[in-house]
């Protein structure tokens, strides 16, 4: 019954800020809820956590941390396609993609982790004896630099 009070209230034109003060809930819940968000699987997000080393891949941080969907398919929950972002590189994500959807081009984070390169990003792991962390920033790195 909640659900359909806050699809409606926003269907209505109210933002999520207002509806999360209205109901008692976060704007980033309103946003779950309105676009039809399911949450991943706990033993599935412990899974990748673990992976992860419970830091964000991308800066290594251990503080707020969420298991992000790299395709944006909230229900593609293969491991490939899941990684540990901190909130602030996790919003950035988002951030960029919408930018560069807006100008029509394409995103570069998301472009270079793609879920195959997942494969990838492990084997390198193994060869270069390097954590996850250090092989991605160095992706990312010579991706800056081009």
Not at 71 to 78: Q, R
Not at 111 to 121: A, F, G, S, T, Y
């Amino acid at each position: 019954m909640r659900k359909e009070q806050i699809i409606q209230m926003a269907n209505k034109g109210f933002t999520y800020e207002k509806i999360g003060e209205l109901l008692g809930l976060s704007k980033q819940r309103i946003h779950q809820i309105v676009k039809g968000y399911k949450n991943t699987p706990q033993q599935i997000k412990k899974g990748i956590l673990d992976r992860d080393e419970n830091q964000c891949v991308l800066c290594q941080s251990k503080n707020n941390i969420h298991v992000h969907h790299i395709d944006k398919n909230k229900n593609n929950n293969e491991p490939k396609n899941l990684m540990t972002l901190c909130i602030k590189c996790h919003n950035n994500t988002h951030t960029m993609d919408k930018i560069t959807k807006e100008k029509g081009e394409d995103n570069r984070l998301s472009v270079r982790l793609k879920p195959e390169l997942w494969d990838i990003i492990y084997k390198r792991m193994k060869v270069e004896k390097k954590t996850k962390s250090q092989i991605i920033q160095t992706i990312l790195m010579k991706d800056l630099l081009k």
